[in-house]
């Protein structure tokens, strides 16, 4: 680029030849050693730029790279006026000369004189000697010689940076010099384009997204139609693969820019966190779409929920062409519930989906594949009724995982992580026995607990290295926890899996006496803490006579109980705790979906499927004649996960039908 003086220019067209200047330098500062990523930017750069100086002849170039991969010949075009451009980061004198040379040959071999009457080569990285451009007036193409027509190309039609500074400063047109301006600003400064790493431990399974109706959505159609999602699932379901697997499929596209953000590090502000985090977020070239996948707004620290759920809106109305999809458990969702077919949504409110849990036939199709045993494996999980907990991927895989190495299927939860964490240790002591000789294992799982323990009182998911080092004192014990059970993000670690930190905390207070237990798991108002609600799962089943804890949430929080395990509690029990939930909404005249649970939730804790206590309880409220419609659409709804509903078909139509 040729540097012209900036002396008796304006502010603005100051502005504007630095900042051309400016790309220019970046771009062939960057070729040398990072070229496939800077030829990418560049394109997405030059047609920005492009569109905003050219606008006021009405041209708007796309990239046809976009539509498919390394186009041949051109890179933008132009369609309706005929105008199409390739845009190289080539720079030398032969280098140059070699490139008009393959884009001619490319462009008349494939007859593209037919769909354009202007090529233009762009070199992105400057033109060093214009004079050293040699341009052939004719080639062979398809064995007939061609004549290049003059109006087609021709040397002018060779630019760089500096050929745009003429255009812009044409007085013959007035052109928004002010966006002009920004843009080039921007360039420099783009987001890095990076394809989001995807490697879960075991294969994955494409889950199932639904929306408040339990009807399959498509969640990409969804979050572009919506703009703004929430995805809910219980505790452990898997939402953080879920979003790594959109993540790396969003990214994958070359118009897209994705950010993928772990809530559990917000502190201060949302958009500080996202500049730590998205570097030059702000900055994605206008023709391409943002995403933003907010992942596990429950794990954010108790004492700042409130506020990281105003940002997170806030943001949303900020920037309204985002697409934002943010991960929750149920029990935790900061935003009220939306269904799409409402009929006017605020700006700030996201529309409700949910993660469903994987279904018998893919369970059955992932042990067949992953195990050594197979049937052996479905006959015993069958036997044991331990195939619910299976519905979670992180169980399935690792518990395949126990059996092919211990010939062990775990009971239940509890003895599932229990199952794992003998089986890492194991796994780690075959790997490096020196360490180990000497080694305790009591010692490392009490460790374990306490550790688990002050992080799941202290409602967080990671702890800083030097809090890790105070908690854990013991070189050797840091460096087996470290290796076998915690991952690093940056400065701070975490338990591979919430679960493992919500068990372990679990395991813990269940050697303490019930009102020690209450001081550490409840609210002042005598409920069970929301970041407690997995744990407290994991403590009724560590409990062996959970007398003392079932009756104080009957009374007190009821709706904890519908997490918990059916089988840790009695038949009789859990009907009591089913009827009086749907007795409450009842009451109230409230549908089950607006609450942290669901009325599949009801379903799988009352056992439906075989409880004809329930089943007889529900035929009796049909038939009362005081049943409002808000009681015959929860019993319909729950009814209908039965997997022989149709034998009630005849005793419910004729009741619901009365209310439609």
Excluded at 412 to 421: M, N, S, T, Y
Excluded at 591 to 613: A, Q, R
Excluded at 627 to 648: C, D, G, K, R
């Amino acid at each position: 680029m040729e540097q012209l003086g900036i002396e008796n220019l304006t502010t603005i067209e100051r502005e504007i030849k630095h900042g051309l200047i400016q790309n220019q330098a970046c771009i062939k500062a960057h070729k040398g050693f990072a070229s496939n990523e800077i030829a990418f930017l560049s394109e997405l750069f030059v047609e920005e730029l492009l569109n905003v100086i050219y606008f006021y002849k009405g041209w708007q170039f796309q990239n046809l790279n976009f539509e498919k991969p390394n186009q041949p010949a051109i890179d933008l075009a132009d369609r309706k006026n005929r105008i199409c451009f390739q845009v190289t980061i080539t720079n030398s004198p032969i280098g140059i000369n070699q490139k008009i040379k393959e884009t001619l040959q490319s462009f008349f071999e494939r007859e593209m004189n037919r769909d354009f009457d202007q090529l233009y080569v762009f070199i992105a990285s400057g033109i060093e000697s214009s004079q050293k451009i040699k341009i052939d007036t004719q080639l062979i193409a398809k064995g007939k010689q061609v004549i290049i027509p003059e109006k087609l190309f021709s040397p002018k039609n060779i630019l760089d940076f500096s050929s745009l500074y003429n255009e812009v400063f044409d007085g013959c047109y007035v052109k928004d010099l002010e966006r002009i301006k920004n843009v080039l600003f921007k360039i420099p400064n783009r987001p890095q384009k990076d394809v989001s790493s995807f490697n879960p431990r075991h294969s994955y399974i494409e889950r199932r997204i639904t929306n408040i109706h339990g009807q399959e959505i498509d969640l990409l159609e969804k979050l572009d139609q919506e703009k703004r999602v929430s995805l809910l699932g219980v505790g452990g379901l898997g939402k953080t693969t879920e979003l790594n697997f959109w993540a790396n499929k969003l990214s994958s596209n070359p118009d897209i820019f994705c950010f993928k953000v772990r809530l559990i590090d917000y502190s201060s502000t949302l958009e500080s966190l996202l500049d730590s985090r998205c570097r030059n977020w702000q900055n994605v070239p206008e023709n391409c779409k943002t995403y933003f996948l907010l992942d596990g707004f429950d794990e954010v620290d108790s004492n700042k929920m409130i506020e990281a759920a105003n940002e997170i809106k806030n943001f949303a109305c900020k920037y309204p062409d985002f697409r934002i999809l943010v991960s929750c458990r149920k029990n935790f969702n900061p935003f009220e519930i939306v269904d799409s077919e409402s009929s006017e949504k605020n700006k700030d409110q996201f529309f409700t989906c949910f993660l469903d849990e994987i279904n018998e036939h893919e369970i059955e199709s992932f042990i067949s594949k992953e195990c050594t045993d197979p049937e052996y494996f479905k006959y015993e999980i069958e036997r044991s009724n331990f195939l619910d907990i299976f519905k979670n991927p992180y169980y399935l895989g690792n518990a395949i995982d126990i059996f092919n190495s211990r010939k062990i299927i775990p009971k239940d939860k509890a003895d599932f992580f229990q199952q794992l964490i003998d089986l890492r240790v194991d796994f780690q002591k075959s790997k490096t026995p020196l360490a180990f000789r000497s080694f305790d294992d009591f010692e490392l799982k009490e460790s374990l607990k306490n550790l688990a323990l002050i992080m799941q009182y202290a409602g967080t998911y990671k702890i800083s290295n030097t809090d890790f080092n105070q908690v854990i004192r013991k070189p050797g014990t840091r460096d087996i926890i470290e290796r076998v059970f915690f991952s690093k993000e940056e400065n701070e670690w975490r338990f591979e899996h919430n679960n493992f930190q919500e068990f372990l905390a679990a395991q813990k207070i269940s050697e303490m006496e019930w009102n020690e237990i209450k001081k550490i798991i409840l609210l002042n108002n005598g409920k069970l803490k929301p970041k407690w609600m997995n744990a407290f799962s994991f403590l009724i089943s560590l409990i062996e006579n959970n007398n003392e804890l079932v009756s104080y949430f009957i009374e007190n929080d009821i709706e904890s109980l519908i997490k918990v395990e059916p089988k840790r509690l009695d038949g009789e029990t859990r009907n009591q705790i089913f009827i009086k939930i749907f007795n409450r909404h009842k009451i109230e005249e409230s549908v089950i979906w607006k609450n942290p649970y669901n009325e599949i939730d009801l379903f799988n804790f009352g056992e439906l499927e075989t409880n004809s206590n329930l089943i007889d309880f529900f035929l009796i409220e049909l038939k009362n004649e005081d049943a409002t419609p808000e009681t015959i659409s929860n019993i319909v709804h729950i009814l209908s996960h039965l997997s022989q509903s149709n034998i009630y078909k005849s005793n419910i139509k004729p009741i619901y039908m009365a209310f439609k």
